[in-house]
C-alpha cells in the first residue's frame, strides 16, 4: 500500500476498506480532491455499516478539513462560529448514519454538505430568537420607570422565570463538565477556557492533533445533548 493512502487512514481502518474491495490509492489520472471524495465516501460507508469508532474518527480527520471549508465559505459575515458547526454537522452523521447513501464517489460531500448548510440555516435563524446571551441581557435590562403595576408584575414574573432557566443551565453544565472524563476536562480547560489552540493543547498533554481533536468533540457532544434538552424545556416554559 503507497504511503499516501497510509497518511489518510490508519492501518486497521485500511485493511477493512480493502476488503471491501476499496481501492486506497489515487486512481491513474484522479484528482487529488476526487481521490479524497472517494475515500471520505467509503469511510462514511464503513461506519454506516460497521458503527466503528476507528472508521468514524477516520472519516472525521479526513472529511473534516474540506468541510470546515465549506462552511466557513456559507457562514462568512454571519458571526457564526465554524468550527461548532462543524462539529455538529459530524453529530448528525453520527445519529442518521443509517440514511447514508454511497451511490457515487462525491456522495459523502453531497451529504455532508447538505447537513451542513441546514445548520447553518438553522443557526442564523436561531440568532433572531432566544439565545444565552439574550436571557442575560434581558435579566439585566432596567424597569421602566414609567410601567403601570400590571406591567411591573408582569416583568417580574418574566424576569424570574428567566433567571430559574438561565440556572437550570449553567448548573446542567456544571454537571455535564463533571462527568467528562479528567482528559477530557483538562482539554476543556485548555482549549474553552485559557483559548489554546488545538496544536498548542495537544503538544501541552503529549497528544496528536487529530486525537485531540476527536476528544473534544466527543465531549462537547455528551455536553451538548445533556444540556439541550433542559436549556430549551426551560426557555419554553420562559416564554
Not at 443551565?169 to 483559548?195: I, K, N, Q, T
Request: net charge neutral; aromatic share 8%.
Amino acid at each position: 500500500m503507497a504511503a499516501l493512502a497510509l497518511e489518510v487512514v490508519n492501518a486497521k481502518v485500511a485493511l477493512r476498506l480493502q476488503s471491501r474491495g476499496v481501492v486506497l490509492d489515487p486512481l491513474p489520472g484522479e484528482p487529488d480532491e476526487d481521490w479524497r471524495a472517494r475515500l471520505e465516501t467509503a469511510l462514511c460507508a464503513l461506519f454506516r455499516d460497521e458503527r466503528d469508532p476507528d472508521s468514524f474518527e477516520e472519516l472525521y480527520r479526513v472529511g473534516g478539513p474540506a468541510l470546515l471549508r465549506w462552511i466557513e465559505l456559507l457562514a462568512r459575515g454571519l458571526r457564526l462560529d465554524a468550527q461548532e458547526l462543524l462539529q455538529d454537522a459530524f453529530v448528525n452523521m453520527y445519529r442518521y448514519a443509517a440514511s447514508f447513501r454511497d451511490e457515487a464517489p462525491r456522495s459523502f460531500a453531497v451529504w455532508s454538505r447538505t447537513i451542513a448548510g441546514n445548520l447553518v440555516r438553522r443557526a442564523r435563524a436561531a440568532r433572531r430568537g432566544m439565545s444565552l446571551e439574550a436571557l442575560m441581557e434581558v435579566r439585566a435590562e432596567p424597569r421602566d420607570p414609567h410601567a403601570g403595576p400590571v406591567q411591573v408584575t408582569v416583568e417580574d414574573e418574566e424576569r424570574e422565570r428567566l433567571a430559574q432557566a438561565w440556572i437550570i443551565v449553567l448548573s446542567r453544565w456544571l454537571e455535564a463538565y463533571e462527568a467528562l472524563s479528567p482528559r477530557e476536562r483538562r482539554l476543556m480547560d485548555l482549549v474553552e477556557v485559557r483559548g489554546l489552540s488545538y496544536s498548542a493543547a495537544a503538544e501541552d498533554m503529549g497528544l496528536g492533533l487529530s486525537n485531540v481533536k476527536m476528544i473534544l468533540f466527543r465531549a462537547r457532544t455528551r455536553m451538548r445533548q445533556r444540556i439541550g434538552g433542559e436549556f430549551e424545556q426551560a426557555v419554553r416554559r420562559a416564554g
